[in-house]
């Protein structure tokens, strides 16, 4: 361009320069092709926007994780966060909903090959290729389900639950963490979905079950 700008544009070739100072067509030209570009842009990122928010396929499993800032019920008292989780879709014969608590190994307290700050006393399980849909909801502080390697993170503040969908391809343990830092002792709340396979949470399901009934 430059080359180009020097070849034509001097005195020599061009001695008396054309004054153009407006293009009434082209100047519509270029304000409306650009905007017509950004509409169909538009159209498919908004559809993209919405069905990644909504929760497409009819999901076999439903799970939730409810947040809490820290007991002291376990660990000899010490304050440790906790994310009870509640599969919604089993009843137990006393009609309660297959409950169970998820407690933060505290910092002093991991065996010889767990992770500081990332285990928890019970994961949460969850069968492979299946359809899961996740309900978050807080009880005391804002949290935030987060596991990175299955692409989620979903936040909610207290008072309002919040929804996501995941399918796990592959069995597994994988590790997240609460993404909200709010509060004394629930920094660290780490978020441990065991991937297993349909069977062996089958079998998973009716231990439990078994368990919270006696
Ligand atoms: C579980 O118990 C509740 C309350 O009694 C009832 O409404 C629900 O239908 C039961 N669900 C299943 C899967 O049995
Ligand atoms: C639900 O989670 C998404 C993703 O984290 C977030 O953008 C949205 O604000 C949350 N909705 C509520 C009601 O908390
Ligand atoms: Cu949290």
């Given at each position: 361009?430059?080359?180009?700008?020097?070849?034509?544009?001097?005195?020599?070739?061009?001695?008396?320069?054309?004054?153009?100072?407006?293009?009434?067509?082209?100047?519509?030209?270029?304000?409306?092709?650009?905007?017509?570009?950004?509409l169909?842009?538009?159209?498919?990122?908004?559809?993209?926007?919405?069905?990644?928010d909504?929760?497409?396929?009819?999901?076999?499993?439903?799970?939730?994780?409810?947040?809490?800032?820290?007991?002291?019920?376990?660990?000899?008292?010490?304050?440790?966060?906790?994310?009870?989780?509640?599969?919604?879709d089993?009843?137990?014969?006393?009609?309660?909903?297959?409950?169970?608590?998820?407690?933060?190994?505290?910092?002093?307290?991991?065996?010889?090959?767990?992770?500081?700050?990332?285990?928890?006393?019970?994961?949460?399980?969850?069968?492979?290729?299946?359809?899961?849909?996740?309900?978050?909801?807080?009880?005391?502080?804002?949290?935030?389900?987060?596991?990175?390697?299955?692409?989620?993170?979903?936040?909610?503040?207290?008072?309002?639950?919040?929804?996501?969908?995941?399918?796990?391809q592959?069995?597994?343990?994988?590790?997240?963490?609460?993404?909200?830092?709010?509060?004394?002792?629930?920094?660290?709340?780490?978020?441990?979905?065991?991937?297993?396979?349909?069977?062996?949470?089958?079998?998973?399901?009716?231990?439990?079950?078994?368990?919270q009934?006696?």
């Amino acid at each position: 361009m430059l080359v180009r700008a020097l070849w034509h544009f001097n005195e020599k070739t061009n001695p008396i320069p054309q004054r153009i100072v407006h293009g009434t067509t082209i100047e519509i030209i270029r304000t409306i092709f650009p905007s017509v570009i950004l509409l169909f842009i538009a159209i498919p990122s908004f559809a993209l926007l919405y069905s990644m928010d909504g929760v497409l396929v009819d999901p076999t499993i439903t799970i939730k994780a409810i947040g809490h800032q820290w007991y002291r019920i376990k660990f000899g008292g010490r304050r440790a966060s906790t994310q009870p989780y509640e599969h919604s879709d089993y009843n137990s014969s006393n009609e309660q909903s297959l409950t169970f608590d998820s407690y933060t190994i505290p910092e002093d307290d991991p065996e010889l090959g767990q992770s500081r700050l990332l285990e928890v006393d019970n994961r949460v399980v969850v069968p492979t290729k299946t359809h899961l849909r996740m309900i978050v909801t807080p009880a005391d502080v804002p949290h935030s389900w987060a596991v990175p390697s299955s692409g989620v993170k979903c936040d909610v503040v207290p008072g309002r639950s919040n929804l996501t969908s995941i399918s796990v391809q592959r069995e597994g343990v994988y590790y997240g963490q609460c993404s909200e830092i709010r509060g004394t002792n629930h920094a660290f709340t780490p978020i441990i979905v065991e991937a297993v396979t349909l069977k062996d949470y089958a079998d998973w399901v009716s231990n439990q079950l078994i368990l919270q009934t006696n």
